[in-house]
């Protein structure tokens, strides 16, 4: 578990961003139908959009834009999870099939910035192993993988960083900002926000490294002046030597330091299934002593593994609620987020 280091963060200043709610409003992409997430009312509002309670948008094939009472209806239903949520820090992990499609990585910063106009505070933190991968074969350096983790020498960390660190986490950055808000890119090297450790098989792996110390000092006077931190998931020990660590990891330890209300890691499945050949067994929502048992009965198996035990961690450290959802939907953190239903596997403490 890593340890935190924290110092007094300035005062706060407000800012605000025109047309926050344009993004709610459905244009031609056809609405995402996630089976009702179970209501615990410590952690969910009774609340959703769904066809029953809102009035039907008029017929794509008639018409593009949806009709004045329905987007009335629709930031109705959003105002309780504006309220439960304003002020609240989410920490998102950024990857898999929505940093390669140009549509989803679209979908997620829009999400992104509306979240942080109606007054969200949401932190980024990404990988980027295609564009690494892509990189090194342009290289002729082969990639190696091992137990699901990239064997990182010293030819291939200093990859690693220039690509993550220079070209994903600017891109990103580039692209919140063309869509209305102003992001900070930063890499766990900035300000100390994160100290590394190697891994300990790092005899077999190089410089994979993991989280030793986290100080989110650096983050505080961003998040409350507005800003939305992006961040990449390569940091340096005490000697000054980077290691490349786990976007899901890093993900998690920033979450559980700024003590921030929810955890979600967007991935290329569902959810977690309570029966993994069965995509329709979708489990909504689960507590970290019914998720420890499907891991025991192996219904938790293969890559999604270490990304439950990075969200038991964080519910662990103070996390109130962790989610694993389905990016390949668009405007998958919004679903999650601002509805009743989700997007995916919602873990509560």
Sequence with gaps: ?????????????SLSFSNPLKSLIPTKSPSLNYPPRKNHHHHRLGLSVNASSVSSPPSIATSNAPSPDYRVEILSESLPFIQKFRGKTIVVKYGGAAMTSPE????????LVLLACVGLRPILVHGGGPDIN?????????????????VTDATTMEIVSMVLVGKVNKNLVSLINAAGATAVGLSGHDGRLLTARPVPNSAQLGFVGEVARVDPSVLRPLVDSGYIPVIASVAA????????INADTVAGELAAALGAEKLILLTDVAGILEDKEDPSSLVKEIDIKGVKKMIEDGKVAG?????VKCCIRSLAQGVKTASIIDGRRQH??????????????MITG
């Design 332 to 345: 998958s953190l919004l679903h999650e987020i601002m509805s009743g239903e989700g997007a995916g596997t």
């Design 237 to 244: 020990d005490d000697s000054g030597q980077a290691y490349n």
């Design 104 to 111: 989803l990585k679209s979908s997620v910063v829009s999400d």
């Design 134 to 150: 892509r990189y090194l074969k342009q290289l002729n350096i082969p990639a190696e993988f091992r137990d699901g983790l990239r």
């Design 303 to 307: 890559g999604r593994i270490p990304k």
């Design 1 to 13: 578990m890593a340890t935190v280091t924290s110092n007094a963060s300035p005062k706060p200043f």
